[in-house]
């Protein structure tokens, strides 16, 4: 038979042994009945939030549930991968445009992205694993720490960490605990964000670390659904129209009448009888542009309308953890700032849900795989306006840039308060506080907790801690204190080629953290055995026929557990009827203990004593026997919901291969991206011709040609290497700050080759010693990245070099031609 999909795969209850007698006890109304009538719930809900394991069980619902674990790995990985394609292609389209712009051709020793993928390994140190496995528990089930690593970072920081966040530490995006605790680290960061902004204006809107934390979450696989079924068909409604010019601007209408009237006067301006340019008021008040534009602002409010109901009608779709944050801002909003208009609160919701989430991808809708293909230009600039309109009705107030925007100010007041309270709608979601708790409980005592991380990512997480441990925590014996001394310094990261994945086990070595949350959570020993029961009877039930005698009801504990215990055909039955069996026993000596010492007296004579024996052993039975009763109904209940639960996956798998082919697709196009970035390097290389050293033959002046043959002579792509003394590195400005005693200077020179166009290998060496100091590969864009934010010294240990000085001087002397 089948469960609950979120049943417990911790076990379940055991049966009841005969009493032969029940007599009435005058003991077990204290803090046995407490325990009796409340830990039955408690151990329902931990059951319900536990994962199952239902490796051995064969059934419709195992194997449905086999396919939604499946579906839900893949679309982490997916997006993962996604997310990593779209930092490279923004960052290989950034170094392209340095180099363009400094009028370089550089060439990547490794094309960005198309070797990406990290290989499967594992960590040499098993210590040292075992430290980073404690880090990384911590780091997710306390999200504090994360929160605030979000408030300290800088831009340029924020993708490598966003990836491990977002895609690593909390990847499972359908797993109830990880987004959930994802959920609280949001709650952190919005709060700080509202404390330190001082302008109600620029909250959720200037573009900050914060905001590039909440756009990403946005493009996860749950948001990434959303948008497809309420976006979809109306921008492939607008797409498919793509002769239909909407353009409302007057200053380009007017060009259209001017082109119009040139071409009717056979190219002859003088008759044309208008200019040629005017000011924007002008072509605003021309009456034929007033006639052209009147009819096309009625058909963009017509299509903006079409949105907007598919917007809102769509509320219930709305991912929870998307509407849990707008919920968050609304408060936040009314405690910082109580006296705001219930209209500006509205447009802080807006800014999230608009802002960052609905209109990119209204905008750019290919990137989003909402459309088959690229909008053309006038579907684009239809949807441009139809993001601009929406925007508008979430702001306050409905402000536009352009005059021309004005046109459609009847239509937002029409449609304000209905936005208003759509926004509000979204924010009535509940909370998740309390489930947290026992998913949090559940957490600490499972074995299989494990996150897909690589090395890389590790490392650059462990620097980050310890760079800002200070301001984490203050307190030395904090768990994250303690675990960062034991790491020691963090190493640095290593070439992207021995980037490897691993799989790193979850666990807290902090025994304490069980107990301190079963304490806060009022959960005994006897709730973790029920607990645990209640999962063995399930996974039995489900093991067998539904015609099977042990699943006829009212169902018969004792019954299950010792057809179970001598089943000699399955053997892994066997060992949960044993199981069931063990933890009955233990269920009743458990009982048996609280109430002997509710019913302890020192007082009590030896006739008492053996009658207290007889009361007590009477009383557990009976306890016992009530709660085996309490039990098999709410067994039955959940056994009774297997039809309606197998439904329910079956529509959670039809939804979640609709995103796995959505954001596979979207895998493709970014890779055909890289593809062509890497394309057009390609040619820059071919484009380059032959190539000659303006080093070659000079001698002098520091400057020696060691090794290198004649480049007129020379066809391959190797420059060097050459030798250059510290003396003439210096006369350069190259070197900024020696590193070594003075009297040792002179003993230091540098050896530096180019193996391709803009790509250099630079060793530092020392007289007498035949090994390298240090060895540095550097690539001019590179040294044009390090500029641009702002970094203008490089340490190479041993001395400092000036970047600005270091750049010309490579350019100047390793120009290839």
């Known amino acids: 038979m089948a469960t609950a999909a979120q049943h417990a795969s911790s076990p379940v209850h055991s049966p009841v042994p005969s009493v032969a007698s029940r007599p009435t006890s005058r003991y077990g109304s204290g803090q046995t009945q407490h325990r009796s009538s409340r830990h039955s719930a408690a151990a329902y809900s931990i059951s319900l939030t536990a994962s199952v394991d239902d490796s051995d069980i064969d059934d419709d619902l195992a194997r449905a549930q086999a396919r939604l674990r499946e ?26 445009a340095l180099l363009i712009e400094n009028k370089l051709a550089s060439e990547e020793s490794e094309p960005i992205g198309i070797t990406n993928e990290a290989r499967e390994g594992s960590l040499p140190d098993r210590r040292k694993l075992d430290f980073y496995s404690n880090l990384f528990f911590i780091l997710q089930t306390e999200p504090q720490y994360i929160a605030t690593l979000c408030t300290l970072l800088s831009m340029s920081e924020m993708d490598s960490f966003l990836q491990t966040v977002m895609f690593t530490i909390y990847g499972n995006q359908y797993e109830q605990r990880e987004e959930n605790l994802l959920l609280s680290m949001f709650q952190s960061v919005l709060a700080y964000q509202f404390e330190s902004t001082t302008e109600f204006s620029s909250l959720l809107r200037a573009n900050t670390p914060v905001s590039r934390l909440m756009t990403t979450y946005t493009r996860r696989g749950p948001g990434q659904s959303y948008l497809k079924s309420a976006l979809a068909d109306q921008i492939n409604y607008v797409n498919d129209h793509a002769d239909v010019n909407l353009e409302i601007n007057p200053l380009k209408i007017y060009d259209e009448v001017f082109q119009d009237a040139l071409q009717a006067a056979h190219g002859d301006l003088s008759a044309v009888g208008i200019p040629r340019v005017v000011s924007s008021e002008v072509a605003a008040a021309n009456e034929r542009v007033r006639e052209i534009m009147r009819p096309r602002v009625e058909l963009v409010q017509k299509i903006t309308g079409s949105f907007f109901a598919k917007i809102t009608s769509s509320l219930h779709l709305v991912p929870y953890g998307i509407r849990w944050i707008c919920k968050q801002i609304r408060a936040l909003t009314r405690r910082r700032y109580p006296a705001t208009e219930e209209s500006a609160v509205c447009s802080l919701i807006g800014a999230f849900f ?28 239809t949807l441009i306006l139809v993001a601009k309109i929406l925007q508008a009705l979430a702001n306050d107030p409905a402000y536009a840039k352009e005059p021309y925007m004005l046109s459609f100010a009847g239509f937002v007041d029409d449609n304000k308060a209905q936005m208003n309270k759509f926004l509000n709608d979204l924010c009535e979601v509940p909370d998740f506080h309390e489930s947290l708790e026992f998913d949090s409980y559940v957490a600490l005592s499972k074995t299989n907790l494990e996150l897909s991380i690589t090395i890389n990512e590790i490392l650059s997480m462990h620097q980050l801690l310890e760079k800002h441990s200070h301001a984490l925590s203050s307190d030395k014996r904090s768990r994250l204190n303690v675990i960062l001394r034991d790491l020691g310094q963090a190493p640095p990261v290593l070439p992207r080629k021995d980037n490897i994945t691993i799989a790193l086990p979850l666990f807290s070595r902090f025994q304490s953290e069980i107990e301190e949350q079963g304490q806060k959570l009022d959960i005994t020993a006897i709730d973790l055995l029920l607990t645990e029961a209640k999962s063995v009877v399930v996974q ?14 009212p169902l018969d504990l004792k019954l299950i557990a010792q057809f179970a215990a001598s089943d000699p055909s399955d053997q892994s039955i066997g060992l949960k009827g044993l199981r069931l069996l063990s933890l009955s026993e233990d269920l009743f000596i458990h009982y048996e203990t609280i109430i002997r010492e509710e019913a302890r007296s020192p007082k009590t004579s030896q006739d008492e004593e053996d009658q207290i024996d007889y009361e007590v052993r009477a009383r557990s039975w009976q306890l016992f026997e009530d709660m085996i009763v309490t039990l098999s109904s709410e067994i039955e209940d959940e056994l009774a919901q297997l039809g309606s639960l197998r439904e329910k996956v079956a529509s959670d798998i039809s939804s979640l291969e609709s995103v796995l082919a959505t954001i596979s697709e979207h895998n493709v196009y970014l890779k055909g991206q890289l593809a062509s970035y890497n394309s057009y390097l390609t040619n820059v290389r071919l484009q380059s011709g032959a190539q000659k050293s303006t080093l070659a033959d000079r001698r002098g002046g520091g400057l020696l040609d060691l090794h290198g043959k004649s480049s007129k002579t020379q066809k391959s792509q190797l420059l060097g290497p050459y030798k250059f003394t510290t003396q003439a590195m210096q006369k350069e400005g190259v070197i900024a700050v020696y590193n070594v005693p003075e009297q040792r200077v002179r003993n230091l020179y540098f050896m530096v080759h180019s193996s391709m166009p803009g790509s250099f290998t630079i060793g530092l060496h020392y007289k007498g010693k035949s090994s390298t100091l240090i060895e540095l590969n550097l690539k001019l864009d590179d040294l044009l990245e390090m500029l641009r934010s702002e970094i203008h010294l490089l340490d190479l240990e041993y001395v400092k070099i000036y970047v600005p000085k270091m750049l010309e001087f490579l350019q100047k002397q390793f120009k290839r031609r």
């Open 71 to 96: 579906l839900k790995a893949k679309i982490s990985a997916q997006s993962k991968e996604n997310f990593l394609l779209e930092r490279d292609v923004r960052n290989l389209d950034s170094r392209i």
């Open 354 to 381: 608009f802002l960052r989430f609905i209109n990119p991808a209204i905008v750019s809708p290919h990137s989003y795989m909402l459309v088959e293909r690229q909008p053309g230009e006038r579907p684009r600039r």
């Open 540 to 553: 039995i039930l489900r093991s067998v026929p539904d015609s099977h005698a042990i699943a006829h009801r």
